[in-house]
């Protein structure tokens, strides 16, 4: 799996965390208090992770490579 792919994927995830969180607020709202900081404090963890996971990705990506810089041909 590509980079690239790999960085898409994990964007995903988080999008995905992050839109939730007003959902997991109402599926946790039945529950006992501390239960539902319980539910939050994991999806908090697991946004903190995810984006940790994503910073580490963008820094292994290679910067991308301007034609113009490109090495020179030997000469003959």
């Known amino acids: 799996m590509t980079i690239?792919?790999?960085i898409a994927r994990v964007q995903q995830t988080?999008?995905?965390f992050e839109d939730d969180i007003p959902l997991l607020n109402m599926r946790?709202?039945?529950l006992s208090k501390e239960r539902q900081d319980s539910a939050?404090?994991?999806?908090a963890a697991m946004?903190?992770?995810t984006r940790?996971?994503?910073e580490r990705l963008l820094r292994e990506q290679?910067?991308?490579t301007d034609p113009s810089e490109a090495p020179c041909e030997?000469?003959?």
Not at 40 to 43: E, G, I, N, S
């Open 74 to 76: 030997p000469a003959d």
């Open 4 to 6: 690239e792919l790999r």
């Open 47 to 49: 946004i903190d992770h």
């Open 14 to 16: 988080l999008r995905r």
């Open 28 to 30: 946790v709202r039945d």
């Open 52 to 54: 940790a996971e994503l």
């Open 62 to 64: 290679p910067e991308p």
């Open 40 to 43: 939050r404090k994991f999806a």
